[in-house]
């Protein structure tokens, strides 16, 4: 009776190793991890924002100094890295209040929401975060 018996597939756990290179993650789970990963990068450079904040609107000296650090540095860092912080935070906040507007959306339209919306809808979030991520990036490193 067994010998009958259809054989139920084996599920596994994936090997981070050995298949983590070959495992493709469908456009919707590559957004997700990156909502999580954008959500982190936020909170690792708050201190980040509130120094640009405060900076910028103490005073006009304050604002001069602010500015300067981005194209001289400050002590030993350069400007382009606090470019590259200012870039990071760009595309985090973009990325996760695009994808946040996807999921709102999903949850809004329960009907609406199948397998080839959340695989449109993860390519839409990451087009559209990465476009705006270039053009706001050209602009702060003076491209335009």
């Known amino acids: ?7 139920r597939p084996e599920f596994r756990n994936i090997h981070l190793v050995r298949d983590v290179r070959t495992y493709r993650m469908p456009a919707a789970a590559v957004v997700s991890i990156l909502h999580r990963i954008s959500g982190v990068i936020m909170f690792v450079l708050l201190p980040f924002i509130v120094w640009m904040l405060d900076k910028s609107l103490s005073s006009e000296i304050s604002y001069d100094a602010f500015t300067a650090v981005f194209r001289a540095g400050a002590g030993f860092v350069p400007g382009w890295f606090f ?4 870039l990071a935070l760009i595309w985090s906040y973009l990325h996760h209040f695009i994808a946040g507007i996807r999921h709102l ?7 609406a929401v199948n397998k080839e919306f959340g695989r449109k809808s993860a390519v839409t ?3 559209i ?3 705006l991520t270039v053009v706001l ?3 702060l490193f003076g491209l335009y």
């Not at 959306?105 to 009907?111: G, I, R």
């Open 1 to 7: 009776m067994t010998e009958l018996a259809k054989k």
């Open 105 to 111: 959306w999903m949850d809004l339209s329960h009907s």
């Open 129 to 131: 975060s990465i476009a």
């Open 83 to 86: 470019k590259l912080m200012a």
């Open 137 to 139: 990036g050209a602009k």
């Open 125 to 127: 979030t990451l087009v």
